[in-house]
C-alpha cells in the first residue's frame, strides 16, 4: 500500500484533548487564529468583563422606514467602512417615535457587526464625536457599553477590528438561517489583552496616526481623480450646463408643443437640460459608434441557482470605475450557453443600467463570463471610435448627465436601450482620442499607487499595534 503524505497540507492537522473541547466540535474554533493575542503578556479580561450593556438593534422593513427630514438614520453593515469607520452616503431613515433609550448611540459606544457576509462579520466601529445627532442601529449590529475604567473606547474598536483582519469572528460565527452570525454569548467569552492606559494609549496614537497619513493619500487620489472631468472638459472645448436650484430657478414652463420623447416631468424637462442637449445635438450618437448592444437576464428568475462551480455572472455591484470586481455569483455552464445572446468573449464595453447607473467598463477578463439584466453588453465600433476614449468619455460628466437625464422615475432607477443609444457623443480626431487616454490613464495608475501606499499604511500599522499588544 502506498504510503500517504501530509505534503503542504500538514499544517492544517493537528490534535487537541477531549478535555479542552468546550461548546463547540469544529476544528476551525480551535485554531491558533483564535489564540495568537492571548501570548500578550498583559493581563486579560473577557469581553462581558469590559463591557457593562450589550443591546442588539431592530429591523426595519420597508414599511417602517421614513425619509431624512421624517426619521433618524438607522446604521447598519453598510454604515461601516472597510477600516470600520461609520460613513453615511448609503443611509437608511426610521421614525424617532417611540425608539427607546438602549437603542440610541451615545458617544463611544462600539458597534459591532454581527451577522452579514462572513467576510465583514465582526467589522466594528466606534461612535466618535457624533455631537447632537441621534442615531438607532439595526438588528445586524451589536452596541456595547465599555467599562471606561478598564479600558479606553478606541483601544477596543482598534482590537477587535485587528481580530476580524485575523478572520477570529468567521472562525466563531455560527449559521443561523443560511446566515453568518457571531452569537451574543460566544462573543461575550472573547479574551481581550487589556494593557495599562498609558500603553492602550500608544496603540491607539499609532492607528490614529496610520489613519491619518491613509486619509491624507486618498484625498490625494480622490483630488487626482477629481481632476479627470476638467481636463476632458478642456480638450474638448465644452462647457456643462449650470443648475441654479434657487427657488426661482426651479420653477418653469414648458409648451406641451416642445415636450419630447413622452416625457412629461419637470427634472426631464429643465430647461438647463435642453440647452445642453441642443449644445451637443450635432455630435454622434452612440448608436453610430457600435455594433450591437444586450443585456442578460437573472436565472433565479427561471428557477435555476447559483452555484459553487461555474462561469461568473456580472451584477451592477461587480462594476467600477476601476474595473470589474472579481467577487462575482457563479452559474451553471448550461444556463451560460442558454444565455447566448449575453455571453462574454472580452474586450467588450460593459454599462450599468439599473441601480446605480451610467458605469461604463472594458470587459478585460480571461475567462467567459455572463451579465445579468442590469447591465448592457456593448460592443464597439473600433473604426468610430477608441472605446477606451469611449469609457473614459461615458464615465465623465459628459456622460452622466445626459445617462441621468434619461433615468425613469421609479423606486429603482433605470435606463433603456434606445437611451443609451441616444448619448450624444463628442469625438475627437482618433490621435487626440489617444492622447487624452494616455493622460487619463496616467492620472489613474498614480491615484491607484496613491490608494495601494493608504492600504499599506494600515497594513502596517496593523503589525505594529500586534506588537504594542504583545507587549513587545
Not at 450589550?54 to 429591523?59: E, K, L, N
Not at 455572472?313 to 476601476?322: A, W
Not at 460593459?350 to 441601480?355: D, H, I, N, V
Amino acid at each position: 500500500m502506498r504510503e500517504y503524505s501530509l505534503d503542504s497540507n500538514a499544517d492544517n492537522i493537528f490534535l487537541i484533548n477531549f478535555s479542552e473541547l468546550k461548546e463547540r466540535f469544529d476544528p476551525i474554533y480551535y485554531t491558533d487564529v483564535l489564540t495568537y493575542l492571548n501570548k500578550s503578556s498583559y493581563e486579560k479580561f473577557k469581553l462581558n468583563a469590559l463591557c457593562y450593556s450589550f443591546t442588539s438593534g431592530f429591523g426595519a422593513g420597508g414599511n417602517d422606514q421614513t425619509d431624512e427630514q421624517n426619521g433618524i438614520i438607522q446604521i447598519r453593515p453598510t454604515n461601516l467602512d472597510n477600516d470600520g469607520n461609520l460613513i453615511f452616503n448609503r443611509n437608511i431613515y426610521v421614525p424617532n417615535d417611540n425608539i427607546g433609550s438602549k437603542f440610541i448611540v451615545e458617544n463611544n459606544d462600539i458597534l459591532f457587526n454581527n451577522t452579514n457576509s462572513q467576510e465583514r462579520v465582526g467589522k466594528t466601529a466606534i461612535a466618535e464625536d457624533i455631537g447632537d445627532n441621534i442615531y438607532t442601529f439595526s438588528n445586524h449590529i451589536t452596541k456595547f457599553r465599555v467599562r471606561e475604567n478598564l479600558v479606553l473606547p478606541k483601544y477596543l474598536f482598534i482590537l477587535l477590528n485587528l481580530y476580524q483582519s485575523r478572520k477570529i469572528f468567521y472562525s466563531i460565527c455560527t449559521n443561523w438561517n443560511n446566515q453568518s452570525g457571531v452569537g451574543l454569548d460566544l462573543l461575550k467569552k472573547l479574551i481581550i489583552p487589556v494593557p495599562p492606559k498609558n500603553k492602550q494609549q500608544l496603540v491607539v496614537d499609532c492607528y490614529n496616526k496610520a489613519y491619518q497619513a491613509k486619509q491624507h493619500k486618498e484625498q490625494e487620489a480622490k483630488s487626482l481623480l477629481s481632476s479627470i472631468d476638467d481636463y476632458l472638459l478642456s480638450e474638448l472645448d465644452i462647457k456643462l450646463p449650470e443648475i441654479n436650484n434657487s427657488l426661482n430657478e426651479r420653477i418653469f414652463t414648458v409648451k406641451f408643443s416642445d415636450i419630447s420623447n413622452e416625457r412629461i416631468d419637470p427634472f426631464f424637462n429643465n430647461p438647463s437640460y435642453i440647452k445642453f442637449s441642443e449644445d451637443l445635438k450635432n455630435h454622434s450618437k452612440l448608436s453610430e459608434l457600435i455594433i450591437s448592444i444586450t443585456k442578460g437576464e437573472t436565472p433565479l428568475w427561471r428557477g435555476d441557482n447559483y452555484v459553487k462551480e461555474g462561469i461568473p455572472l456580472l451584477q451592477v455591484n461587480n462594476l467600477s470605475n476601476k474595473g470589474i470586481d472579481s467577487n462575482f455569483k457563479l452559474i451553471p455552464t448550461e444556463v451560460h450557453s442558454r444565455m447566448h445572446r449575453s455571453k462574454l468573449f472580452g474586450g467588450e464595453v460593459l454599462y450599468s443600467m439599473a441601480g446605480t447607473i451610467g458605469i461604463a467598463v472594458l470587459n478585460n477578463l480571461q475567462t467567459e463570463a455572463n451579465i445579468n439584466q442590469a447591465i448592457a453588453k456593448i460592443v464597439v465600433d473600433e473604426e468610430a471610435v477608441n472605446k477606451l476614449y469611449l469609457i473614459e468619455y461615458l464615465n465623465s460628466t459628459l456622460g452622466k448627465i445626459q445617462a441621468k437625464r434619461y433615468l425613469t422615475v421609479s423606486s429603482q432607477p433605470n435606463i433603456n436601450f434606445g437611451q443609451i443609444k441616444d448619448i450624444r457623443v463628442i469625438l475627437p480626431s482618433k490621435e487626440k482620442q489617444v492622447r487624452i487616454i494616455e493622460h487619463i490613464l496616467s492620472i489613474r495608475k498614480t491615484a491607484q499607487q496613491l490608494e495601494q501606499e493608504a492600504d499599506d499604511i494600515m497594513e502596517n500599522s496593523k503589525s505594529e499595534v500586534e506588537r504594542l499588544i504583545l507587549g513587545q
